[in-house]
């Protein structure tokens, strides 16, 4: 709920403190930003830049997810929850944000996105978990130095802004794919390969603000119906470019394989 998150959001226009107005959120200095009928708040003050996923995207992503195929992703990032605030960048439908709370009782959760089909979904995660419309290229609504820890899963990174709200002691975790995630989908069916400057790309966006602690690829066998192989290209930018109906129908067995790494504040 967006009122256990309130003493860390700050107005995105004049980073003052916000506060609950029935269904609106407000700073002193009068900015007000509407509290969404299913939970979620809206601080992008103004347009952004991009819709973000689809409600078709959402949906199938919270199917998959919900299936528990990348549990063990959400197992490596409970390893470190801690106590504080904790962020989620590019939430979708909060499926890691939740697991890790469940690991930190005391936590509480903040997922940001810029979709509303998502965030329709994250505001109802988990209880002590909000959901916050923002453009994660732009400047955080969230005070700084105030996160415990800040998750970004297949999401945009913005260096600056996630060292600004981490804590000195605090850590970022981020899970980008590995070269051979997805290869027997993306083989035999001409999706979009893994950029093979990933690693390099994700060490410059960080640079300079961050400094690796830990990396590791975890690497799982995924045996799926052709249901949810039609989910899985569902959920990935790869819906845009195949149509529902041309997607694969055939089960396959699938390598899922990701880096997590945790990083520590530099400086």
């Known amino acids: 709920m967006i009122d256990g998150a309130l003493p860390y959001l700050r107005c995105p226009v004049c980073e003052q403190a916000l506060s609950r107005a029935e269904r609106s959120l407000r700073c002193p200095a009068g900015h007000q930003f509407d509290l969404a009928r299913q ?8 347009r952004v830049p991009y819709p973000g996923d689809t409600a078709e995207m959402v949906a199938d992503r919270d199917s998959f997810l919900s299936a528990g195929h990348y549990a063990f992703i959400a197992d ?6 801690g106590q504080g605030l904790v962020v989620d960048a590019g939430t979708g439908t909060g499926y ?8 930190a009782p005391d936590s509480i959760g903040l997922g940001l996105d810029v979709s509303k089909a998502a965030l329709r979904r994250a505001a109802r995660a988990h209880p ?6 923002t453009d994660l290229w732009g400047p955080l609504p969230i005070q700084d130095g105030t996160a415990t820890l800040v998750l970004d899963v297949f999401a945009p990174r913005n260096g600056p802004e996630f060292h600004r709200v981490l804590r000195p002691d605090g850590r970022l975790l981020v899970v980008t ?15 979009i390969h893994v950029d093979p400057d990933k690693a390099a790309r994700v060490a410059e966006s960080l640079g ?41 129908e055939e089960a396959g067995s699938v390598t899922a394989a ?7 504040k530099a400086g």
């Open 208 to 248: 300079g603000h961050f400094t690796a602690v830990e990396s590791r690829v975890l690497r799982h066998r995924l045996e799926l119906t052709g249901t949810e192989v039609r989910t899985l290209i569902g959920m990935t930018p790869n819906a845009h470019h195949v149509p529902a109906d041309i997607r694969p």
């Open 258 to 264: 990701v880096t997590v790494t945790a990083y520590r």
């Open 76 to 81: 490596a990032l409970g390893a470190y929850a």
């Open 177 to 191: 794919p590995a070269p051979d995630h997805l290869t027997e989908l993306i083989e035999a069916h001409g999706l």
């Open 96 to 103: 890691y944000l939740a697991r890790v709370l469940d690991e």
């Open 128 to 133: 002590r978990a909000a959901a916050v419309l």
């Open 39 to 46: 939970g979620y708040a809206n601080l992008s003050n103004g």
